[in-house]
């Protein structure tokens, strides 16, 4: 099984503040890696997939890098409405064994 | 517009079964796979399985294999996912996602989740 790691676990941020936030795959992914956005008592909403693609209706700020093992999730200006807990997950097997990281809960400074 | 609606909260015994269902709407239901990822409380995600709606193959996560079946009925719309043997680490919230295609493995649209408690 691939484990994903995050980093960090929690990140106290202010609002207009650029935000990095880490996953790393215990063996390489290539760029088969999807980052999530989950609010409580929400599902989760899907930001970026295939590495650095944003779906549909996600605004710029939200932004995606890496390959192989080390991967990174940017918010370049945040607002308060990105308070929330975000999952990066690897879609690399087949058969599937899709994994999620542990997740870094964004809050407020 | 894709809506993926899940059916009710369940409260089960341990050693028992969950049935939960996913109706699908506003897409081709046949065209895309539909996965099951769970949530514990307080906890990540973890994908459980997936069902190519078109062709009715289905893959689990080993961790579940044997315990877990996801059955489709194309005239409803729906998928099924039940869960057997039920155990009180079972406790989550269960969703259904939609691929962004049959099989890419990343998840576009998600139901809005449905309770399972096991607990005696």
């Known amino acids: 099984e691939i484990v994903m790691t995050q980093s960090p676990a929690t990140l106290s941020v202010s609002p207009g503040e650029r935000v990095t936030l880490s996953c790393r795959a215990s063996?390489?992914?290539?760029?088969?890696l999807a980052w999530y956005q989950q609010k409580r008592g929400q599902p989760p909403r899907l930001l970026i997939y295939?590495?650095?693609t944003r779906a549909t209706g996600i605004p710029s700020r939200f932004s995606g890098s890496g390959s192989g093992t080390e991967f990174t999730l940017t918010i370049s200006s945040l607002q308060s409405e990105d308070l929330a807990v975000y999952y990066c997950?690897?879609?690399?097997?087949?058969?599937?064994?899709?994994?999620f990281g542990q997740g870094t809960k964004l809050d407020v400074k | 517009q894709v809506l993926l609606v899940q059916s009710g909260a369940e409260v089960k015994k341990p050693g028992a079964s969950a049935k939960i269902s996913c109706k699908a709407s506003?897409?081709?239901?046949?065209?895309?796979?539909l996965h099951w990822v769970r949530q514990a409380p307080g906890q990540s995600l973890e994908w459980m399985g997936w069902?190519?709606?078109?062709?009715?193959?289905?893959k689990y996560s080993q961790k579940f294999q044997g315990r877990v079946s996801i059955t489709r009925d194309t005239s409803a719309s729906t998928i099924y996912m039940e869960l057997h043997s039920l155990r009180s680490e079972d406790t989550a919230l269960y969703y259904c996602?939609?691929?962004?295609?049959?099989?890419?493995?990343?998840?576009?649209?998600w139901g809005q989740g449905t309770l399972v408690t096991v607990s005696s």
């Open positions: 997950q690897q879609y690399d097997n087949w058969p599937p064994m899709y994994t």
């Open positions: 069902i190519n709606v078109g062709n009715d193959n289905t």
């Open positions: 506003g897409y081709s239901f046949t065209s895309y796979g």
């Open positions: 295939d590495t650095s």
């Open positions: 996602a939609r691929d962004l295609g049959r099989s890419a493995g990343n998840f576009h649209f």
């Open positions: 063996q390489s992914v290539r760029n088969n």
